[in-house]
């Protein structure tokens, strides 16, 4: 069983940047893909970023390509979201999941078998 548990998240304004944190517990992440993805109030969760389970390969949501950065450190059993240049349609709360069957970076959340609890992201404008 894979526990993860995200971090980071904060009230912010439009133009600044965060950093995500997810930390896995439990066993190993470093051979399965990694996810980031978001739900804000009254919408379904949706994809944001994954990367693959060496870090080579990336997939990104358009609405967010060339503003985030998903990075993992397979020694620390962690992976990162860089938000850089945050808008106030980026509220939401991030979710950071595990794809233990598949080392490619997948935007299908069912796909994903461990998620995190989320941690809240305001961006005021």
């Known amino acids: 069983q894979v526990q993860l548990v995200e971090s980071g998240g904060g009230l912010v304004q439009a133009g600044d940047s965060l950093r995500l944190s997810c930390v896995a517990s439990?066993?190993?992440?470093?051979?399965?893909?990694m996810g980031w993805f978001r739900q804000a109030p009254g919408k379904e969760r949706e994809f944001v970023a994954a990367?693959?389970?060496?870090?080579?390969?990336?997939n990104y949501a358009d609405s967010v390509k060339g503003r985030f950065t998903i990075s993992r450190d397979n020694a620390k059993n962690t992976v990162y979201l860089h938000m850089n240049s945050l808008k106030p349609e980026d509220t939401a709360v991030y979710y950071c999941?595990?794809?233990?069957?598949?080392?490619?970076?997948?935007?299908?959340?069912?796909?994903?078998?461990?998620w995190g609890q989320g941690t809240q992201v305001t961006v005021s404008s």
């Open positions: 439990g066993r190993t992440v470093r051979m399965y893909a």
């Open positions: 999941a595990a794809d233990r069957y598949n080392g490619r970076p997948r935007a299908l959340g069912n796909v994903y078998d461990y």
């Open positions: 990367v693959s389970y060496a870090g080579g390969s990336t």
